[in-house]
């Protein structure tokens, strides 16, 4: 079965720019995505197709995908972007997630 | 303005049954696909199934095929999840949101609030 490889934990300081990775098999050749997950909420939609952002999203956020890795990137990260962050992936009739990384901004 | 509603989650005994309700507003339901989704208690995200907007395809996690059933009545905007012969493993919270359809991929930009099941004797 496919799977997506992310990194347990990422911290980062105040105002400086977080990468959070997700791995997975010519994970390129699909579309990449990314949730925001704050304690006790509902997860939020932060990046589709790789490098979209919804409405509502902070320009701050941004995606890339290429080869066997998409990245999530936080520029000037504030101290509200602390949260759980999940990539997920699909083929024609399944979906996957990553494992989670919490970020931590100290 | 979109609203997602799960209902129906409680404590239930292994090998009991549980139906989970999405009651769905503020979209036209019935030309979305639908998804459901869940987190078990300080774990990650796990797809769970799909849905079409016309119930002609239905996908699911290798771990719930055969004791789980993804419906919807687009009547009455709302998406179901049956869910029989419930194990531990089942222990989540599930929601269910709208699932959008790319050209290399899925993502969901909705979802619920999400409701508690407990598997436990």
């Known amino acids: 079965s496919y799977e997506l490889t992310q990194p347990p934990s990422v911290s980062v300081s105040p105002g400086q720019t977080a990468s959070i990775t997700c791995s997975g098999d010519?994970?390129?050749?699909?579309?990449a995505c990314w949730y925001q997950q704050k304690p006790g909420q509902s997860p939020v939609l932060v990046i589709y197709e790789n490098t979209k952002r919804p409405s509502g999203i902070p320009e701050r956020f941004s995606g890339s995908n290429s080869g066997n890795t998409a990245t999530l990137t936080i520029s000037g990260t504030q101290a509200m972007d602390e949260a759980d962050y999940y990539c997920q992936a699909s083929d024609s009739r399944t979906v996957v997630f990553g494992g989670g990384t919490k970020l931590t901004v100290l | 303005e979109v609203q997602l509603v799960e209902s129906g989650g409680g404590l239930v005994q292994p090998g009991g049954s549980l139906r989970l309700s999405c009651a769905a507003s503020?979209?036209?339901?019935?030309?979305?696909?639908m998804t459901w989704v869940r987190q078990a208690p300080g774990k990650g995200l796990e797809w769970v199934a799909n849905i079409k907007y016309d119930e002609s395809e239905k996908y699911y996690v290798d771990s719930v095929k055969g004791r789980f059933t993804i419906s919807r009545d687009n009547a009455k905007n709302s998406l179901y999840l049956q869910m029989n012969n419930l194990r531990a493993e089942d222990t989540a919270v599930y929601y269910c949101a709208i699932l959008r359809m790319g050209a290399k991929g899925v993502y969901f930009d909705y979802w619920g609030q999400g409701t508690l099941v407990t598997a436990s004797s």
């Open positions: 010519i994970l390129g050749n699909r579309y």
């Open positions: 503020g979209f036209m339901f019935r030309v979305y696909w």
